[in-house]
């Protein structure tokens, strides 16, 4: 049973950091391309950063800068270190496993970004 359980999500005021974990088990993590998505209230569920099994990285436009994803094989971890935070970052951040046609979710992790 593949199971992807985040953590490290809470509230932060902006301009801080926080750095997400998402730990995957029941899965090769080595042969999966791994992504962090995040939904807003009121808003569809975005991509935020991907990392591919051979370490490749994408990033949406309005993270490029700030945040940094990076992924940690040997522990079947995958990271999203967040700079800067901004109000608008405010949202539930999923962690999210691919490998060809299979899709696994995590349950999500509420980052809220206040003063």
């Known amino acids: 049973q593949v199971q992807l359980v985040e953590s490290g999500g809470g509230l932060v005021q902006p301009g801080g950091s926080l750095r997400l974990s998402c730990t995957a088990s029941g899965l090769t993590f080595n042969l999966y391309t791994m992504t962090w998505y995040r939904q807003a209230p009121g808003k569809e569920r975005e991509l935020v950063a991907s990392?591919?099994?051979?370490?490749?990285?994408n990033y949406a436009n309005s993270v490029k800068g700030r945040f940094t994803i990076s992924r940690d094989n040997a522990e079947n971890t995958v990271y999203l270190q967040m700079n800067s935070l901004k109000p608008e970052d405010t949202a539930v951040y999923y962690c999210n496993a691919r490998f060809s046609t299979i899709s696994n979710w995590g349950q999500g992790t509420q980052v809220p970004v206040s003063s």
């Open positions: 990392i591919t099994r051979t370490s490749g990285t």
